[in-house]
Nanobody, 124 residues
């Protein structure tokens, strides 16, 4: 059974940085795509960034391109989201998600496995 556990959220001032971690277990993830989504109060869950576990190819949403970087550590079975130049509009619960495919998708319904989420709050 796939388990995803996020950590690293918190409160940060605008312009600051945070690094989120997603520890994955229960499978060999070489043929998985892993992604980060976020959901602000009263809003839909939206795609932030994704990575193909086999070759490390990444894809980021336009809203975070140049500020957020997704990466993975094969030895630790962990996916990271480095978030720089944070803005108040980045405030949300951030979720790690996995799908059994090397194709990164941007719709939440394409991901069967989810973590519990971690809160990121950016103050102005």
């Amino acid at each position: 059974q796939v388990q995803l556990v996020e950590s690293g959220g918190g409160l940060v001032q605008a312009g600051g940085s945070l690094r989120l971690s997603c520890a994955a277990s229960g499978r060999t993830f070489s043929r998985y795509a892993m992604s980060w989504f976020r959901q602000a109060p009263g809003e839909e869950r939206i795609f932030v960034a994704g990575i193909r576990w086999n070759d490390g190819r990444t894809y980021e949403a336009d809203s975070v391109k140049g500020r957020f970087t997704i990466s993975r550590d094969n030895a630790e079975n962990t996916v990271y989201l480095q978030m720089n130049s944070l803005k108040p509009e980045d405030t949300a619960v951030y979720y790690c998600a996995a799908r059994v495919s090397v194709t990164i998708r941007t719709m939440p319904d394409d991901y069967p496995y989810w973590g519990q989420g971690t809160q990121v709050t950016v103050s102005s």
